[in-house]
């Protein structure tokens, strides 16, 4: 059995720690989709984002049926992954087998400076979009591969159809550097810089949120780790999470990141979640 993602996670209480646990990547292969459907069934995790483009999305939406509690939500792709439209369609992003850029760094410069690429973005967004609701799954929230969702080109896209295109929760990247120098160590160029990019993003975004009347958590953890969300990882940052919504995310795989899929798994995490009665809940739940 999993965890209890009862109705009365709808019920929010100040003083209590409420937390989505979620998995990127989902639909990217079947050794992605069983440690999401696994992580589920008999761990913490409640919720995941679909790569609606990826070899293994179709699998991946008929085990979502079958598994109704758990949320789903957008993995936006538009770096390092396959697009919804032709080539012929957006030239300017895919290669002639409809792969976008592997490198998110020229990827995102090429968004931001080349304005003729701004109406391909929104096309090919907004057929991410169309093939989701082609699902029949509930749109649980919004986020890109690779944050993509924060860059300004792209968010702006976003809120501007955040009504059309039914986006009600989206991740606001707000790692706390704080917690995670209690948490782990090393890496350290990799997490100021990310820590630093991704708060002034945040930062840009969130009255904007507030404006669309998009909903969000007030932390969300995973960033900073960058694929190393681990049981010890997990046991240490637990007991520090503030009361109120949080996010954790991560990338759990039967093959590719065993140490992220045990760690959702773990006897010892699931105990210590029950133990400081943190509540699991998905994005439509608050």
Known sequence: MGMDFSAASRLPNLGVVRLIVNADDFGYNAAHNEAVIQA???????????????AGAGEAV???HQNPRLGVGLHLTLVCGRSALPPARIPGLVDAQGAFRSKPVAAGCAYFFKRKLRDE???EISAQFRKFKETG????HVNGHLNIHLHPVVFRILMRHARNWGIKHL????????????????RWLY???HALVFSGLSGWAL???KAAGVRHTNSVFGLLQNGRVNEDYLLRLLPLLAPGESEIYSHPSTNAAPEEFAALTSG?????????????????DI
Not at 137 to 140: N, P
């Open 40 to 54: 589920h069934q008999k761990g913490i995790l409640t919720t995941a984002s679909l790569m609606v483009n990826e």
């Open 207 to 209: 009255p904007k949120l």
């Open 191 to 193: 997490r100021f810089s």
């Open 62 to 64: 008929r085990l979502a």
């Open 171 to 186: 991740r606001l990247v707000r790692d706390p550097l704080r917690s995670s120098i209690k948490t782990t160590c090393g």
């Open 268 to 284: 010892t995490v699931k105990k210590l979640v029950s133990t400081l009665n943190i509540q699991c809940i998905r994005y439509q």
């Open 137 to 140: 799954l509930v749109l649980d």
């Open 121 to 123: 973005l929104e096309a």
